[in-house]
C-alpha cells in the first residue's frame, strides 16, 4: 500500500494554476523520482506533502487515512520529512543536538546529556556515517550537514524522507556515499520521495519516475523502461535541440593571472571539488568588483540569491552595473534603460518578458538569465561564472549554454566553474583542474574526457 | 497581484485620509485653517528629519542620533549666528549635522559596527557634547538671534509659514534624488541585497555612508529650523525625534531591512503621527494614552510590513 498518497490534489496561486489534479504515491521501500522544469509544481507538491502548503482540492493520505496538515510540525509527526536544499541545522549546536532538535531528551529541566548522545549516536549509525557527536556543526561538510537532518528525520521515525535536489552541492563521491545511505533506508522500508534536475542520477537510483509539466503528472515509468532523453522529452513536451559545435579560433590574452590566462573566444572550464579553491578564484579575479567591471570583467556568482536584488524589477536588476555609465548624479535615462532591458529580455527569451516584473518571481533559469543579461548590459569582455547552470532545468540549461558560446563567439572569454564534468567537457576548449587550491592540471580539448578531469581534481 | 499591490501602496495614504476624517467629526476644531496651519508647522521639522531617515534606512541602516544632531545643530547654529551673521549660523548648523553623520558612516561602514549600537552611541555621545557646549542653557543665553532668522520662524509665503516650505522644496529635490538618479538606485540596491550590490560594482560602503551623512545634515537643517521657530538653540530640543521618524518611515510602507520605500509616503507617515498627537490634544485625551496610542500605531505598522513581505 501507499505509504503517502495524494489524489486530485489541486492549487492555485492567484490566477496561477500550480497544481491540476495531481495523483502521485510513494509505497514503503521504493524510490519515487519527481521531475519537471522549474514551475511545473513539483515543489509545490513536496511542499503540500510537508505541511507547508495546503491543496485547494483533492485528497492526502498516509497509509490509507485522510490527513490535513496545518503546519510543518503535524507533517513531521506523522512520519513525514522533508530534506531541503538549504539545510536546517542550527549553527551554534553540536552534533548530537542538531540531530535531537526538537526533541532534546530531558531530565526533569536539564537536557539529559547520556541519552541525547546515545539517541544521536544510534541515528547516525543507521546511516552508517561516522561524525564526531561533540562537533560545533559549524565545522561539518554540506555533505555532513545533510546526513545530520537525515538522521534528525530517522530519530523522529519518519517513513517518509522528501529529498529535495539533495545532491545539488554534493562532490561525485559524497553523492555515491548519499546513494548507499538511500539504498539502506529503502531496504529498511522508508518511502522515499526524490525530487532532482540530475536525470543521469535518477535513471540509477528510482524505481519510478513522475515527470511533471505545467501542473500535472503527465508520465509515469518504472526502472528500466526509461532513459534520459525520454524524460527530458516528456518535461518539455518535445524533442531538445542538439547544441552545436561552433569552435572559434582563440585569439589574444585578455586576463591573465598566475594560475591561468583567458583569451578572446574562448571558453575555459575550472574543474574542482567543492573547497579546491575555484570559487575563490573566480572571486580573486573579480576584486574589487567596481575596478573588475571597469576593466570590463562581469562576474556570475554561484548563489543566485547573491547576484540579484529579488524585490526589485528585471530593468533594475539588468542595469545594477551599468549605473555608472549614466552619471551618478545626472538625470537617470529611464527610456534608455527600458529599452536595454526590453532588448535583452528578447535576445535571451527571459520569461514573463516584462521588465517591470520583479526578479523573484521568475523561476530559477529565468533569474540566471537576468544576471547573465546584465553583463551582456555592461558589455564586459570577460564573463566569469561559478556553477552558472546548478539548480536550473533543462530547457535554461541548454540556453545558457548557448549564450555562453554565443558570447564566445562574439569575441568574448568566458571561465566557468562546475562540479558537473559533462558540462565542463562539452563547453571548454580548455580545463584548468584544481586540487586545495592551486592549479593541478590544465587539460585540452580533444585530450579530456570526463575520466581524465576526474582524475586531476581528485 | 499586480492590483493588491497597487492597493498595499496606498495603505498610507488611506489611514491618513480616514484618520483626519475621523478627527474632523470628532472635534469641531480639527478642521479649522488655524488647527491645518498648526499641524502644518508641527510636521515641517519633523518630516525633514524622517526624509534623512528614509536614506538611512532604504540602504538597510537606522540612524537613532538625529535628536540629538537636531539639539546640536540648534545651538551651534545659533552660537555661529551672534557671531558671524545668519548664512554663517545656518552652514554651520548644517555642517555640524553633516559631520555626525559622517562619523556613524565610518563606525558603520570601516568599524563594522551595527548601527543601532552606533547611532546609540552617537545619540547619547552628541546629547552629552550639546550640554557641554551650551552650558546647559538656552543658545544665546542673553540678546536675541538675528531678527531675519527670527522672522523666518514666523511669516509666511504665499499664506504658508516658511517653515513650511523647507519639506516642500526638500521632499521635491531629494526624491528626484532617490528616483531618478543613479545614485539613488545605488541606495535602493545596496539595501536590496547588500552583496548583488556589491558584486555589480557599486561601492556599498560608501552607499551607505553617505545615506548616513544626508541624516545627519537633514537632522542640522531641522535643528536650524527649530532653532528659528524656539528663536534659541535648546540643549533639550529634538527629543524622541528619532522614533518619531522611524515610526513615520515604517507608516510611510518601508521595509526596515532596506530597498523598499518612497520619500513622499514618508511625509504621509510623518503627517498620520502629527495628526494622531493633534487630534487626541484636541479631544483633551490625557498625555499618557496620547503615548501608549502612538506605541501601538508604529507596533501596528511594523507588524503590517511584516505581513506585506510574508505574502
Known sequence: MARIA????????????????????????????????????????????????????????????????????????????????ELRVVPALSVAENVMLGHLPSRGPAVDERRLRQRAGEALERLRVALDLDAPVTQLTFAERQAVTIARALSRDARVLILDEPTAALEEREVESLFQVIGRLRAEGVAILYVSHRLEEIARI????????????????????????????????????????????????????????LRRGAITGLAGLLGSGTSSLLRRLFSPPARAIRKGIGLVPGERAASLVQGHSVRDNIVLPSLRRF???????????????????????????????????????????????????????????DEPTQGIDVAAKAQIHRLMREFAAGGGAVLFASSELRELVELSERIVAMRRGHVAATLERGRCGEREVREAIA | MKRVDVLVGQIPLATLLVLGATMSVLSEHFLTPLNLSNVLVQSAVISV????????????????????????????????MMQAGIVA???????????????????????????????????????????????????????????????????????????????????AALSWVLGKTPYGRAVYATGGNREAAYLSGIRTGWIVASTYVWSGALAGVAGVMLASRLQSGQPTAGEFYELTAIAAVVLGGAALHGGEG??????????????????????????????????????????ADQLRHRR
Not at chain 1, 349 to 377: E, F, T
Not at chain 2, 51 to 75: H, N, P
Request: net charge neutral.
Open chain 1, 327 to 385: 552619471g551618478w548624479f545626472a538625470r537617470m535615462d529611464d527610456r534608455a534603460a527600458d529599452a536595454v532591458a526590453r532588448e535583452l529580455i528578447a535576445a535571451l527569451d527571459i520569461r514573463p518578458g516584462d521588465p517591470n516584473a520583479p526578479v523573484g518571481s521568475l523561476s530559477g533559469g529565468n533569474q540566471q538569465k537576468v544576471v547573465l543579461a546584465r553583463w551582456l548590459a555592461a558589455r564586459v569582455g570577460v564573463l566569469l561564472m
Open chain 2, 89 to 171: 549660523g545656518v552652514g554651520a548648523g548644517v555642517a555640524i549635522g553633516a559631520l555626525v553623520g559622517a562619523l556613524n558612516g565610518f563606525v558603520v561602514t570601516v568599524l563594522r559596527v551595527n548601527p543601532f549600537i552606533t547611532t546609540l552611541g552617537t545619540m547619547v555621545l552628541v546629547r552629552g557634547a550639546v550640554f557641554l557646549f551650551s552650558d546647559s542653557q538656552q543658545v544665546p543665553i542673553e540678546g536675541s538671534l538675528p531678527q531675519g532668522f527670527i522672522d523666518f520662524g514666523v511669516e509666511r509665503f504665499l499664506g504658508i509659514h516658511w517653515l513650511v516650505w523647507v519639506p516642500v522644496v526638500l521632499l
Open chain 1, 206 to 261: 528510482a524505481d519510478r519516475c513522475s515527470v511533471m509539466r505545467d501542473g500535472r503528472v503527465v508520465a509515469e515509468m518504472r526502472r528500466g523502461a526509461f532513459v534520459v532523453d525520454d524524460l527530458v522529452r516528456h518535461m518539455l513536451g518535445r524533442e531538445l535541440e542538439p547544441a552545436s559545435h561552433a569552435a572559434a579560433s582563440p585569439g589574444e590574452v585578455v586576463l591573465r593571472s598566475p594560475e591561468l590566462e
Open chain 2, 49 to 80: 528629519v524622517a526624509m534623512g531617515m528614509t536614506f538611512v534606512i532604504l540602504a538597510g541602516g537606522f540612524d537613532l542620533s538625529v535628536g540629538s544632531t537636531v539639539a546640536l545643530a540648534g545651538c551651534v547654529a545659533a552660537a555661529v
Open chain 1, 6 to 85: 495524494a489524489f486530485g490534489v489541486g492549487k492555485r496561486f492567484g490566477a496561477t494554476v500550480a497544481l491540476d489534479g495531481v495523483d502521485f504515491d510513494v509505497t514503503a521501500g521504493e524510490v519515487h523520482a519527481l521531475v519537471g522544469e522549474n514551475g511545473a509544481g513539483k515543489s509545490t507538491l513536496i511542499r503540500i506533502f510537508g505541511g507547508v502548503q495546503r491543496a485547494d482540492r483533492g485528497e492526502i493520505r498516509v497509509d490509507g487515512r485522510l490527513v490535513h496538515f496545518r503546519s510543518p510540525a503535524a507533517a513531521f509527526a506523522a512520519g513525514i520529512a522533508t530534506i531541503q536544499q
Open chain 2, 262 to 303: 518612497r520619500l513622499y509616503k514618508t511625509v504621509i507617515g510623518v503627517f498620520i503621527m502629527v495628526v494622531l498627537g493633534n487630534g487626541l490634544n484636541l479631544l483633551n485625551v490625557d498625555s499618557h494614552w496620547q503615548r501608549v496610542a502612538v506605541g501601538l500605531v508604529i507596533i501596528a505598522a511594523a507588524a
